[in-house]
């Protein structure tokens, strides 16, 4: 049973860069079946879809979010990768790693998610 | 983007009972839909796919149906580890989208 954990800072400075890491306990990283996702939930609220990686090096992202981030994968690592930049208190959020199946339909598993809180 | 709407926002069910959550959508998602349960402090874990899938490992007494823009997700007999908060998820079009959750909570 493949198993994901998040990992980064999990406090950030307005208007810094929000960095965090995925690392995935096996090589499907590697497999062009999946698609290594970031999911976000502000606290008390719903989920929110951020984007995808995929092993080709291929991503998409949210219209929402895109020209504030960056999504990238290193499979010799295992691991998947988010930057989301300009970050205001509307950021603050637990943010999830999952693995994306049925391209990117649906997520399992996550990670247990990690809480960033965006404040000076 | 599709919007997903959950009802009712909290459901308040006893033990033994059934639990019937709808998620509608703003526009088709055909059967490209997924549930999901989230207990207090842990991620999401996922129950249905497809609509009416259940992933591995859940119990026959989730149930997910329908398809278009009316879906239900059906808990046959709520036990004491299924009260939770509920999502669906569509991936018929980009960017996927979750509806605001279904709470369950025991009455």
């Known amino acids: 049973q493949v198993q994901l954990q998040e990992s980064g800072p999990g406090l950030v400075e307005p208007s810094q860069t929000l960095s965090l890491t995925c690392t995935v306990s096996?090589?499907?990283?590697?497999?062009?079946?999946?698609?290594w996702t970031w999911i976000r939930q502000p606290p008390g609220k719903g989920l929110e879809w951020i984007g995808y990686?995929?092993?080709?090096?291929?991503?998409r992202y949210n219209p929402t979010l895109k020209s504030r981030i960056t999504l990238s994968l290193d499979t010799s690592k295992r691991q998947f990768y988010l930057k989301l930049s300009s970050v205001t208190v509307a950021d603050t959020a637990v943010y999830y790693c999952?693995?994306?199946?049925?391209?990117?339909?649906?997520?399992?598993?996550w990670g247990q998610g990690t809480l960033v809180t965006v404040s000076s | 983007e599709i919007v997903l709407t959950q009802s009712p926002a909290t459901l308040s069910v006893s033990p033994g009972e059934r639990a019937t959550l709808s998620c509608r959508a703003s526009?088709?998602?055909?059967?490209?839909l997924a549930w999901y349960q989230q207990k207090p402090g842990q991620a999401p874990r996922l129950l249905i796919y497809?609509?009416?899938t259940r992933a591995t490992g859940i119990p026959a007494r989730f149930s997910g149906s329908g398809s278009g823009t009316e879906l239900t997700l059906t808990i046959s007999s709520l036990q004491s580890e299924d009260f939770a908060v509920y999502y669906c998820?569509?991936?018929?079009?980009?960017?996927?989208?979750f509806g605001q959750g279904t709470k369950v909570e025991i009455k």
């Open positions: 999952a693995r994306g199946n049925d391209y990117s339909g649906w997520f399992d598993p």
């Open positions: 096996d090589d499907s990283i590697s497999s062009g079946d999946y698609f």
């Open positions: 990686s995929y092993f080709s090096g291929s991503s």
């Open positions: 526009q088709s998602v055909s059967t490209y």
């Open positions: 497809g609509a009416s």
């Open positions: 998820q569509q991936y018929n079009n980009w960017p996927r989208t």
